[in-house]
């Protein structure tokens, strides 16, 4: 393995690079509180709605055009192109995440059955909890993991339990309704707690500001009200559009999609892949997981979600793998990308033997890029001639080694076909790690990578 640290000049002329601000219109994922459906499920690392429209308008997407987020996360690219009644395919690896994004997708909600539904939970909430209550070693902790009794009062946690238990036996007419109020129970289980269960990260051990619990049920009524009244202004400003589009949700692994889009069938692709920062999807969607019975422990996190997602965090690889080395199609294909990678994984593997918690920073680097390439080769095969792929992702600086995405993922992509690339720096990033002796000093930033297929 070469020693040599490429340097960023050996890989794109630097004029391809345009330092610009553009957060007064691609905002924050912030700004999808604020709005009807984007605001009801705060998916960790989004991005902005704004981001999606400025883009659409940039490049010019039309009605009957089709656009693709492999990275499609809770939809945020699905629901602004509904919303402007352009086509969209959006692909999820998270089971859980997936559901939410269906859920957020469907705007025909029949208001009187939802209604129906908060009757029949009001109604039968007191003899659903004198049966809880009179079984048998009545534990919550035999319903859930300790990581979840830890974030509630018991007596909010025991009227949580009633809402889904009462949920999962009621017969709803179709899976619209359900999956509406799936998310109403979903969105609930952060905002009551009396725990600290803000994203990204869940302790238990600390508690909330305002310590009250919060009454599970009255909280759960308001929320599916507002909810309601946010497909109704959805619908209402998204009238001409939201009917006359089509939009294909899958669930699968971005790396091969070959069974569910076919070759030159995509006009655009919009999307925030993960960034190389070690931020573990299936963690961070623990509490969640955990509630609706997707995972009862780490093992399973690992076994139903973990493996099924891209590689980006540390807790994903293992030293005792052999699948983590660059992939030799890869490497042929890209060796000047590939030379540079294993550069840096040497200097990783090196600094691991004497940094505190010994991170596979190494392994998770060649895992991101092996996974990396094979999604833009599908992304290559699905675009259609002479239009754009937009990635929007940041660089990182594991142990200090910085590592600029944004200029590997251009060549890797130019490698396998799209014509040329350029790169616009949207912010400036990391700034609040300087002060902390522990972080690196390196100064990161979040980028638009534009692929151009000709």
């Keep these: 393995m070469s020693r040599e640290f490429y340097q960023l000049s050996l890989f794109t002329d630097e004029s391809t690079q345009k330092e610009e601000?553009?957060?007064?219109?691609?905002?924050?994922?912030?700004?999808?509180?604020?709005?009807?459906?984007?605001?009801?499920?705060?998916?960790?690392?989004?991005?902005?709605?704004?981001?999606?429209?400025?883009?659409?308008?940039?490049?010019n997407l039309k009605k009957g055009m089709v656009v693709y987020d492999p990275f499609m996360g809770s939809a945020t690219t699905n629901i602004v192109a509904k919303s402007q009644g352009i086509n969209s395919i959006g692909v999820e690896a998270h089971p859980f995440v997936y559901e939410i994004a269906k859920a957020k997708m469907e705007w025909n909600i029949q208001e009187k059955a939802i209604i129906t539904f908060?009757?029949?939970?009001?109604?039968?909430?007191?003899?659903?909890?004198?049966?809880?209550?009179?079984?048998?070693?009545?534990?919550?902790?035999?319903?859930?993991?300790?990581?979840?009794?830890?974030?509630?009062?018991?007596?909010?946690?025991?009227?949580?339990?009633?809402?889904?238990?009462?949920?999962?036996?009621?017969?709803?007419?179709?899976?619209?309704?359900?999956?509406?109020?799936?998310?109403?129970?979903?969105?609930?289980?952060?905002?009551?707690?009396?725990?600290?269960?803000?994203?990204?990260?869940?302790?238990?051990?600390?508690?909330?500001?305002?310590?009250?619990g919060k009454d599970a049920i009255l909280e759960f009524n308001k929320l599916a009200r507002a909810m309601l009244q946010d497909i109704k202004e959805i619908q209402y400003f998204s009238k001409q559009n939201q009917n006359a589009s089509e939009h294909d949700l899958i669930l699968c692994s971005a790396k091969n999609v070959s069974h569910y889009i076919h070759n030159h069938s995509v006009d655009y692709i919009f999307t925030s892949p993960p960034y190389l920062n070690n931020f573990d999807y299936s963690d961070r969607t623990r509490l969640e997981l955990y509630f609706w019975g997707f995972a009862k422990n780490w093992r399973d996190i690992t076994n139903q979600v973990?493996?099924?997602?891209?590689?980006?965090?540390?807790?994903?690889?293992?030293?005792?793998?052999?699948?983590?080395?660059?992939?030799?199609?890869?490497?042929?294909?890209?060796?000047?990308?590939?030379?540079?990678?294993?550069?840096?994984?040497?200097?990783?593997?090196?600094?691991?033997?004497?940094?505190?918690g010994k991170k596979n920073y190494?392994?998770?680097?060649?895992?991101?890029?092996?996974d990396m390439y094979k999604i833009l080769k599908e992304c290559y095969r699905v675009l259609k001639y002479n239009t754009q792929?937009?990635?929007?992702?940041?660089?990182?600086?594991?142990?200090?080694?910085?590592?600029?995405?944004?200029?590997?993922?251009?060549?890797?992509?130019?490698?396998?076909?799209?014509?040329?690339?350029?790169?616009?720096?949207?912010?400036?990033?990391?700034d609040k790690w300087k002060a902390n002796p522990q972080r690196h000093t390196v100064s990161l930033k979040e980028s638009m990578v534009i692929l151009e297929k000709k």
């Excluded at 604020?34 to 605001?39: A, E, G």
């Excluded at 690889?317 to 052999?322: A, K, L």
């Excluded at 000047?336 to 994984?345: L, M, P, Q, R, W």
């Excluded at 190494?362 to 890029?369: K, P, S, T, V």
């Design 21 to 59: 601000n553009k957060s007064e219109y691609w905002g924050t994922f912030k700004d999808n509180l604020r709005v009807p459906v984007h605001r009801w499920f705060t998916y960790p690392a989004g991005f902005s709605y704004k981001a999606v429209e400025y883009a659409f308008q940039q490049f």
């Design 118 to 212: 908060i009757n029949h939970l009001n109604s039968n909430f007191e003899s659903k909890s004198h049966q809880l209550r009179t079984r048998e070693e009545f534990l919550l902790s035999n319903y859930f993991p300790e990581l979840v009794v830890r974030c509630y009062s018991e007596k909010t946690l025991t009227n949580l339990l009633i809402i889904r238990e009462v949920f999962n036996e009621y017969k709803f007419e179709n899976q619209k309704e359900r999956g509406f109020i799936f998310v109403v129970i979903t969105a609930l289980l952060r905002g009551i707690s009396t725990a600290a269960t803000g994203w990204p990260y869940i302790a238990p051990k600390k508690a909330k500001v305002t310590s009250e």
């Design 306 to 356: 973990r493996k099924k997602l891209m590689t980006s965090a540390t807790t994903q690889v293992s030293r005792n793998d052999p699948q983590y080395v660059i992939d030799s199609e890869f490497s042929d294909h890209c060796p000047k990308v590939t030379d540079f990678i294993n550069s840096a994984a040497f200097q990783l593997q090196e600094l691991r033997k004497i940094k505190a």
């Design 362 to 370: 190494d392994l998770m680097l060649i895992g991101y890029f092996n």
């Design 389 to 430: 792929a937009i990635f929007i992702l940041g660089d990182s600086a594991p142990y200090g080694v910085h590592i600029p995405t944004d200029v590997l993922i251009g060549e890797i992509a130019c490698s396998i076909g799209f014509s040329s690339y350029s790169i616009e720096v949207l912010r400036k990033r990391g």
